[in-house]
């Protein structure tokens, strides 16, 4: 069963946004993780459209086309600005596909592609090549579970295959103010997800104005994306993951 309409109603005046998306949002936000685009999966039809890997290319479709994004990846702090020129269709639990030369820009290790993306409301006053103004802009979101992002060289020439290393991730599920409403969601899905493992799911205090509903850690790409799935599935339309080592 999917959530009843009292529940919507406190989730909306509660949630700072992680569930329900409104027209009047603020600029897209969001963690997880990126599909690196191969000619194969057109033939096989797990992507449907195109990227070029010689060219820096993305596809986001929660996304108007030719919004202005900056990626980051949030292990080496690597940064880049691009426009969403591609339409694709892809599986729901990742939140971009990229081409192999964004891959290789950004250095993002293939085995654990985390990612995060971040629109960019254009203005009169911005253009793009004045991106180093960024180097501070995540002062706000400094106690979110990814570290703080700073602009840094993203002239790499491949991806890399790092050697593995435990990192624990963990799906953001929903951020509150009270920790009231974040045990009600807690206890909502132990009820309403009966396969769901109840302990799994944390709250976390962040701040006196932030309680946030986690699930985790998983230490695999398959382990995360098997309860990402059953969450989507329940009614949460936008779901983070990070990273904690």
Do not use: H, W
């Not at 989730?11 to 897209?28: D, F, G, H």
């Not at 629109?119 to 002062?139: G, L, P, Q, T």
């Not at 991730?169 to 997800?193: G, M, N, P, V, W």
Request: charged share 30%; proline share 3%.
């Amino acid at each position: 069963m999917k959530f009843n309409l009292i529940l919507i109603i406190i989730l909306l005046s509660s949630c700072s946004a992680n569930i329900t998306k409104v027209e009047n949002r603020s600029p897209y936000n969001s963690k997880g993780f990126a599909y690196i685009y191969k000619d194969s999966d057109n033939k096989k039809n797990f992507i449907k459209g195109r990227l070029d890997n010689s060219k820096l290319e993305i596809s986001i479709s929660e996304l108007r086309f030719n919004s202005l994004i900056k990626l980051i990846n949030p292990k080496t702090q690597d940064s880049l600005i691009i426009n969403n020129t591609k339409k694709l269709e892809y599986p729901d639990f990742y939140k971009i596909v990229i081409s192999e030369k964004v891959a290789e820009q950004l250095n993002i290790n293939s085995e654990l592609p985390l990612i995060e993306i971040f629109e960019i409301k254009k203005n009169k006053s911005f253009v793009a090549k004045k991106a180093k103004i960024f180097n501070e802009e995540r002062k706000i979101s400094s106690n979110a579970p990814i570290t703080q992002v700073k602009i840094s060289n993203i002239s790499k020439n491949k991806v890399l295959k790092k050697k593995k290393e435990k990192i624990d991730l963990y799906i953001l599920i929903a951020s509150f103010y009270s920790d009231e409403t974040a045990k009600f969601l807690k206890q909502r899905i132990s009820k309403e997800i009966p396969k769901y493992d109840i302990k799994k799911l944390k709250i976390i205090k962040k701040s006196n104005k932030q309680i946030d509903l986690i699930s985790g850690p998983y230490n695999a790409i398959n382990l995360i994306k098997n309860d990402y799935i059953i969450l989507r599935d329940f009614g949460f339309e936008q779901l983070d993951i990070g990273i904690n080592e």
